[in-house]
T-cell receptor
Framework: GAVVSQHPSWVICKSGTSVKIECRSL??????MFWYRQFPKQSLMLMAT?????????EQGVEKDKFLINHASLTLSTLTVTSAHPEDSSFYIC?????????????FGNGTRLTVT | AQTVTQSQPEMSVQEAETVTLSCTYD???????LFWYKQPPSRQMILVIR??????QNATENRFSVNFQKAAKSFSLKISDSQLGDTAMYFC???????????FGAGTRLTVKP
């Protein structure tokens, strides 16, 4: 089956630094990737939609300058948390699909736990 | 905007028994997809079952089945013969027909007791 690899699985960084999270589709080309954020014991909240070769579309309330998304190839999307603060500590999950449309299933990465100290 | 509501934050069931998790949603779309995802402690999102809104027949996957009531905008998940490995968070999710923008409910934490 289709595999989405997310790296790193966990990361600890200091306040003010930036951290990059990678989301790779290993055995398929993903035209669209999604980034979610999940606080402890809460649901997944969509942050942004990443389309290969174009700018990401951010959900309302998500700061695009703080959460930089790049989807430079059909197999890789990156989320960079810039100038991280403790309130950015969370679990970040990506998902990917081959094409737009609900008949194309979403494949989820294993998530990245970010802790900002 | 679509909203997905799961009104049961936590539920428990005895091993081998049946449990039903509730989900309601709100949309003005006519064609869409509904999903149940399982998230065990590993945090991996695992697709349990999906339902196309244009299909009247309820989806089933082994011990998992849904009761899809389109007019009532209800999409409940029934787990039969519950197993200890079913212990997890369960999320109900909605997706429009022509994109992959998936919206999740708040989740239900299910505990299967031995």
């Amino acid at each position: 089956g289709a595999v989405v690899s997310q790296h790193p699985s966990w990361v600890i960084c200091k306040s003010g630094t930036s951290v990059k999270i990678e989301c790779r589709s290993l055995d398929f080309q993903a035209t669209t990737m999604f980034w979610y954020r999940q606080f402890p014991k809460q649901s997944l909240m969509l942050m942004a939609t990443s389309n290969e070769g174009s700018k990401a579309t951010y959900e309302q309330g998500v700061e695009k300058d703080k959460f930089l998304i790049n989807h430079a190839s059909l197999t890789l999307s990156t989320l960079t948390v810039t100038s991280a603060h403790p309130e950015d500590s969370s679990f970040y999950i990506c998902s990917a699909s081959i094409r737009q449309g609900a008949d194309s299933p979403l494949h989820f990465g294993n998530g990245t736990r970010l802790t900002v100290t | 905007a679509q909203t997905v509501t799961q009104s049961q934050p936590e539920m428990s069931v005895q091993e081998a028994e049946t449990v039903t998790l509730s989900c309601t949603y709100d949309t003005s779309e006519n064609n869409y997809y509904l999903f149940w995802y399982k998230q065990p402690p590993s945090r991996q999102m695992i697709l349990v079952i999906r339902q196309e809104a244009y299909k009247q027949q309820n989806a089933t996957e082994n011990r998992f089945s849904v009761n899809f009531q389109k007019a009532a905008k209800s999409f409940s998940l029934k787990i039969s013969d519950s197993q200890l490995g079913d212990t997890a968070m369960y999320f109900c999710a909605f997706m429009k027909q022509y994109n992959n923008d998936m919206r999740f409910g708040a989740g239900t934490r299910l505990t299967v007791k031995p």
